[in-house]
């Protein structure tokens, strides 16, 4: 059975017509998760949202557990992750409220874990497509349907954070040709694949940076006023993509079994304590 989690911001669940909503505390070996996870149900169907930062937004990017997050998804089923994120534009044409479904990524994060294969066991999953292509194609479905301005494809380059970059910075990923810029999706993407799950990023324009010589600097008002408008379409877009996503399911999804061929340590050196941390993440490959 195939499930869906929401990861994002705490308005995202504020959805018409959601129903059996409850909150689910989940234990994990890597800690705590950066929330609860909410359960419910949208058109009879069980999804999952985790608020990213936490409930009021009080996780700053570098300090989010992301492997909890993953492991506690994985550990209810999940089996795709929508990530919904606000970003801001490194080009023009993608101006605010615009959405971009972001298909790679370049990680400049230094401060994060961004493996769970750090102790004994060691593997090496390909993030050369680092996203569900099904999961997009039901993406941009849904916004084709709901009229909203998109793009299909982009670059989201991600940052450590928390301050927004410097001008030298900007201009710099705008000379390496990346379309967006955040503090979230890395090592979320990567997380997801170790973990066999399919993911697709969602990116919400909320300003231009701070290369764009005709707008005012990046601020958190700026963020925020953007973000409730986005946010509102967002909902609508979770909506649809629920009723609609296992449609696109491609059974060639490089998320699919990848750590059949990740695992590089031999048995022989697994240990009974690691091989028991990874167990949600890869206890279908330690079964064989």
């Not at 909410?38 to 937004?57: D, M, T, V």
């Not at 601020?219 to 946010?231: F, P």
């Amino acid at each position: 059975m195939n499930k869906l989690a929401i990861i994002g911001g705490s308005g995202l669940y504020n959805i018409d017509g959601i129903k059996d909503e409850k909150w689910i505390t989940v234990k994990t070996p890597w800690g705590e998760p950066s929330d609860q996870i909410l359960e419910a149900k949208i058109y009879n169907k069980q999804i999952f949202f985790l608020p990213r930062h936490s409930r009021g937004h009080k996780i700053n990017p570098s300090n989010i557990n992301f492997r909890a997050n993953i492991d506690a998804l994985k550990q209810l089923g999940v089996t795709d992750i929508l990530s919904v994120s606000a970003v801001g534009s490194l080009k023009e044409e993608l101006e605010p409220g615009k959405f971009v479904l972001v298909d790679q990524f370049i990680d400049r994060t230094f401060a994060r874990v961004k493996t769970f294969f750090d102790k004994e066991i060691v593997a090496h999953v390909s993030m050369a497509k680092p996203v569900s292509p099904g999961l997009i194609r039901a993406c941009e479905a849904t916004l084709k349907k709901i009229n909203l301005k998109y793009q299909v494809g982009g670059t989201y380059l991600v940052m450590e954070g928390p301050q927004f970059s410097s001008l030298a910075e900007s201009k710099l990923y705008r000379s390496w040709g990346c379309d967006v810029i955040g503090m979230t999706n890395m090592p979320e993407a990567k997380l997801a694949r170790e973990a066999e799950i399919r993911y697709a990023s969602v990116a919400m324009v909320t300003d231009y940076d701070c290369w764009h010589e005709d707008h005012d600097d990046v601020s958190v008002d700026q963020v925020i006023k953007t973000l409730i408008g986005n946010a509102d379409n967002a909902r609508k877009m979770i909506v649809e993509v629920v009723k609609s996503f296992e449609e696109h399911i491609d059974p060639k999804d490089p998320a699919i079994n990848c750590l059949d061929t990740a695992i590089i340590t031999d048995k022989s050196n697994w240990t009974e304590t690691t091989v028991k941390q990874l167990q949600n993440i890869a206890g279908r490959v330690f079964k064989n």
